[in-house]
């Protein structure tokens, strides 16, 4: 896997081999990036369950101001960690269950990447503790990347885009 665009374009990133981490695929991640272009530059990013990192680092690369990186899984988090390494950026990854950081979190984030594991049951009960503690900056989005076949209460949050990608959808909120 490669970063596509933006200041580390071509970099590759470390293999993935766990079983329990289902990276994007380029063709989704670029879409998302392709659809977030001309917003992301400058803001503040949210990787909640991010697994190899590499969605939090295409952020950076095309030009987000920080990047927050969160799972509870160590090897996920190693596998950041080591992500970043190899591209040069240092900051924040949590190893942290998602609700455990949202509720201690006092920060407002321009931007929210929710991939949780497909049939977690967690989609609800993160945008539900999102909203709570109003961790989205008055213009943020929240883009969910999810099985096709699932559908979601997105709460108090309007949906106000959605793009299938074969059996991956995303679906962007604010």
């Given at each position: 896997m490669r970063i596509?665009?933006?200041?580390?374009?071509?970099?590759?990133?470390?293999?993935?081999?766990?079983?329990?981490?289902?990276?994007?695929?380029?063709?989704?991640?670029?879409?998302?990036?392709?659809?977030?272009?001309?917003?992301?530059p400058g803001k503040s990013v949210l990787d909640l369950f991010c697994g190899t990192g590499a969605i939090g680092i295409e952020a950076l690369s095309r030009g987000a101001e920080k990047v927050v990186f969160v799972d509870k899984d160590i090897r996920s988090v190693d596998m950041t960690k080591k992500n970043l390494k190899t591209m040069g950026?240092?900051?924040?990854?949590?190893?942290?269950?998602?609700?455990i950081f949202l509720d201690k979190c006092e920060e407002k984030f321009d931007l929210i990447i929710l991939d949780p594991p497909y049939k977690s049951g967690l989609y609800e009960k993160v945008l539900a503790k999102i909203f709570e503690k109003k961790l989205l900056a008055e213009e943020g989005i929240i883009v969910c990347e999810h099985d096709s076949r699932d559908t979601f209460d997105y709460g108090d949050f309007e949906v106000f885009d959605e793009k299938k990608y074969g059996n991956i959808t995303l679906t962007y909120l604010r």
């Open positions: 596509d665009s933006g200041k580390f374009k071509g970099r590759r990133l470390i293999e993935n081999k766990y079983d329990h981490i289902r990276p994007t695929t380029d063709k989704v991640r670029q879409a998302l990036f392709v659809k977030l272009q001309f917003f992301l950026i240092e900051t924040k990854v949590y190893k942290c269950d998602a609700m």
